[in-house]
């Protein structure tokens, strides 16, 4: 696909980078501008950003009409606390991934649902920031509203989810559920688990999907 977005359709970009620890890293970005050759964008860091540079990075644009996705070269960064400039070379083309923001993607990691008086060991079976399956012990009843904790390393997440349905596939019983008022900070954690997970899998050529 030609590079073609145009800045009103863009809600928001992700930039998928390696801090100097080599460890994986996501923000979120407000773009400035875009030119044939460069983007500029700009994201909020209290305690600054240690990364090298150029780096190639991931960058997924959240649009209006859905999200699309390419990697590129980040070229350099520029400081004035507490905001970063990032200037980015400017693609030359994207792929379209799905319209909604979030991407899906199967994930078995450690969870508690909690519902009335009920506490349930689980494992998640996929998840995306907007919602989650579970792999479940027994039938649920009579549940709306749960709360699940998601036991990520090195961080938690604790989330108030609407249930959704439940289904048996293969013989695993699963139950799905949206998150409800999910902030910011657990969205990010979720976000980036996934794209861990992603880069994971197609380092493995393995459909993650």
Known sequence: ????????????????????????????????????????????????????????????????????????????IESEPPYIFFTLKTPEGLEYQQNRE??????????????GNKVLPCKTYDISASGVRLTIPEHLEEVDEVTVDLLFDPKNVRANAKFIREDNEDGILKAAFKFINLSESSIDIISQKCIQKQLEYKRHNVNFS
Do not use: H
Request: glycine share 4%.
């Open 1 to 76: 696909m030609k590079f073609n977005l145009d800045l009103d359709n863009i809600n928001y970009l992700k930039i998928i980078y390696k801090n100097a620890d080599d460890t994986t890293a996501c923000t979120k970005a407000a773009i400035k501008r875009i030119g044939e050759r460069e983007i500029f964008a700009c994201a909020k860091f209290e305690d600054g950003l240690n990364i090298k540079t150029p780096q190639e990075v991931f960058l997924s644009f959240v649009c209006v009409n859905g999200l699309y996705r390419t990697s590129t070269t980040l070229k350099f």
């Open 102 to 115: 979030y991407f899906r993607i199967k994930m078995e990691e450690n969870a508690i649902l909690s519902y």
